[in-house]
């Protein structure tokens, strides 16, 4: 049992929690709920003891193992399957044991140590690591690659896998799946419906809040507000509630009115003053109901552009992919046509590398076809976001002067009124966005998208780092927005509630897909036990061959770092190129802060500035494209081998 009594938490001068209670019983389910910055985060790390309470007691069950989902990933040296057999510390404890007994000829402590190793299931240990990383995601070929070797997103489902392999009591997920693409959410879901520990589960994602939690704890006004059932029940009772309370909100102001219209009658009477005093002091006394409302900061709606083509989008026998530095050519897409019509909602389904973000970049511009043509309607205008969207932001910049940017003739009034549906309001209007959360970056990039009309919307994973009211926001939005959508999520829930049609990307096609996203889990459990039995088939044939001859592997192991080296080398490069060239677009920024920059006798010198802004902008575009390419390139070859 998890027991929380009239805890209160202070962080930067404000509350968090306020005398809150809260007992979580062991082998519930919990989803943790509640508003970005509420103190979900800060109340695991009161479980986890990294933060102690200003008042209250945190009771923890005695003697029990507490697994979390780590945000960083601290070793990268190892490679993907031992970082997450490292998960299963009491193993690797064994293991040190064992290799102790053997150095010093220990057959008793040796033997000891086996049988603890046995119990520990140790023989079965790189089989049920194995499965963790396949199930989130990651190919048996990629199992060995070092932990350095993989981008930010695949770290963090490390860091998910560590976690589920640690044999655990209480389980402490934090958005486990906002780096996860819809198969292995799918995946992990039915993981820890199996789990048989304590889970708390900070989530976003309704439809797997659904699917796993008994219990809701919502996190609101400082309180802790438990709820039995999963999120959808949670919904109800919340409703219910917010019903309730608008009632006795009502009928509190109609018999406050009463009272007070006394007061006003007769204070002033002598011979009514003590029963108008007598009611005065009832009126200042009487609890002060709230009127029910759904208390979402967030309202807006995507107004489509003034003119719009029948045909927005075309693919006529395009081959997609990239061209690597050695100029050969990575196919994803064999050839194919594909279009989008105006007012078309797709969703598009596959598994994760299959294509669908080439797809993505290839309809946009971002990435050239390999061959065929790309062809746009005259009146195309496309808003599109993707996580690359978050890091192009200006993080010397406030979101008034991204708008203002983007529409130099704007008020600023107007400006404010509409960042203040996203939830940008006072002074978080004027905060520079270097100080910004992700969900933060998220609606800001959302903002901009919707400021400029688009016919056409090309999402990349929207909602990653949203919480759960400007999802729903989200939601409610696109559902009547009137143009053209391409959507690829792993919320399902938004999924549902916006798309009309799926197409599938899968084995170097694009088909369109005859079911729902029920249909399509079991397309994907069939071909899943498909690739499991191949590999089988595969290990069995290794397993007949010669053992490995250690000393060649370390030989070819150090050989393929010593390929791998230029190429990290060109990676590194234009990384710092990017980082230069972002840093003089900063700099630019903070220039046309200066309002003296605009006046007529200082013409020239803006002219100047602007074409600073063009060349600069021109060398970041040129150098994200050559590290793509680079990238693509070291992956491609830490694959071959």
Not at 118 to 137: C, F, I, P, V
Not at 354 to 372: F, N, P, R
Not at 455 to 482: G, K, S, V, W
Request: charged share 25%; net charge negative; hydrophobic share 40%.
């Amino acid at each position: 049992m998890i027991q929380l009594s009239q805890v209160s938490l202070q962080r930067h001068n404000q509350f968090l929690l306020d005398k809150a209670d809260l007992t979580v019983f062991e082998g519930q389910k919990v989803g943790l709920i509640g508003a970005n910055g509420a103190g979900k985060s800060s109340l695991f790390a009161l479980i986890k003891g990294d933060l102690q309470t200003d008042t209250g007691s945190v009771v923890l069950p005695g003697q029990k193992r507490i697994a979390f989902m780590a945000q960083e990933v601290t070793d990268t040296e190892r490679t993907a399957l031992d970082y997450c057999l490292d998960g299963d510390d009491w193993l690797r404890q064994i293991e040190a044991h064992i290799h102790i007994a053997e150095q010093s000829n220990d057959a008793s402590a040796h033997a000891h140590w086996l049988g603890e190793f046995e119990a520990a299931q140790g023989y079965s240990a790189k089989a049920r690591a194995e499965t963790l990383l396949q199930g989130l995601g990651f190919k048996m070929s990629e199992m060995q690659q070092q932990v350095t070797d993989f981008s930010g997103g695949w770290r963090i489902r490390l860091n998910l896998a560590k976690a589920l392999m640690c044999p655990s009591d209480v389980l402490l997920l934090d958005e486990p799946t906002n780096h996860l693409d819809l198969d292995a959410v799918v995946w992990l879901e039915s993981w820890l419906r199996q789990y048989s520990g304590t889970l708390i589960l900070i989530s976003h994602d309704r439809d797997f809040l659904d699917a796993i939690t008994s219990h809701i704890v919502h996190l609101h006004q400082k309180k802790l507000v438990l709820y039995k059932g999963n999120y959808s029940s949670y919904e109800r009772q919340r409703t219910e509630q917010l019903a309730q309370q608008q009632a006795t909100y009502e009928r509190q102001q109609v018999r406050k009115a009463h009272l007070q219209s006394y007061v006003d009658r007769f204070r002033y009477k002598a011979t009514k003053a003590k029963q108008a005093q007598s009611r005065l002091k009832m009126l200042e006394k009487m609890e002060v109901i709230g009127p029910a409302h759904v208390d979402s900061q967030f309202e807006f709606s995507i107004p489509v552009a003034e003119k719009t083509s029948a045909q927005l989008l075309t693919l006529s026998d395009a081959t997609l992919g990239y061209t690597s530095s050695s100029k050969e050519n990575k196919v994803q897409i064999d050839t194919t046509n594909f279009s989008i019509r105006d007012g078309q909602r797709i969703g598009l389904l596959g598994p994760n590398g299959a294509g669908k973000s080439t797809l993505i970049k290839s309809l946009v511009g971002e990435i050239a076809l390999l061959s065929g043509n790309r062809m746009t309607g005259e009146n195309l205008q496309i808003g599109y976001f993707s996580q690359h969207q978050l890091s192009a932001l200006d993080l010397e910049a406030t979101p008034i002067l991204h708008i203002q940017r983007l529409t130099p003739t704007a008020l600023e009034r107007d400006i404010r009124n509409y960042l203040g549906g996203f939830g940008f309001r006072g002074d978080d209007a004027t905060r520079l966005v270097q100080g910004f959360s992700g969900g933060e970056k998220a609606r800001l990039a959302l903002a901009l998208i919707v400021w400029v009309r688009p016919n056409l919307l090309i999402l990349d994973e929207p909602t990653n780092h949203l919480d759960l009211e400007m999802r729903q926001a989200l939601t409610e939005a696109l559902q009547a927005f009137e143009g053209a959508i391409l959507l690829v999520s792993h919320d399902r829930h938004l999924l549902n509630s916006t798309v009309e049609e799926f197409f599938l990307v899968a084995d170097h096609q694009i088909v369109e897909f005859d079911g729902d996203l029920a249909a399509y889990y079991q397309w994907l459990q069939q071909r899943q036990q498909t690739v499991k039995n191949m590999e089988r088939q595969s290990d069995k044939k290794e397993g007949s061959s010669e053992k490995v001859d250690k000393k060649e592997d370390r030989r070819k192991a150090a050989e393929l770092r010593k390929q791998l080296s230029p190429l990290k080398k060109q990676v590194e490069q234009h990384e710092k190129a990017m980082a230069l060239a972002q840093t003089k677009l900063t700099e630019i920024s903070a220039k046309m802060l200066d309002a003296t920059l605009y006046e007529a006798e200082n013409k020239d010198q803006l002219q100047q500035v602007l074409t600073e802004e063009a060349k600069w902008k021109k060398t970041l575009a040129d150098s994200e494209e050559a590290w793509f390419i680079a990238q693509e390139a070291l992956e491609e070859a830490q694959n071959s081998h």
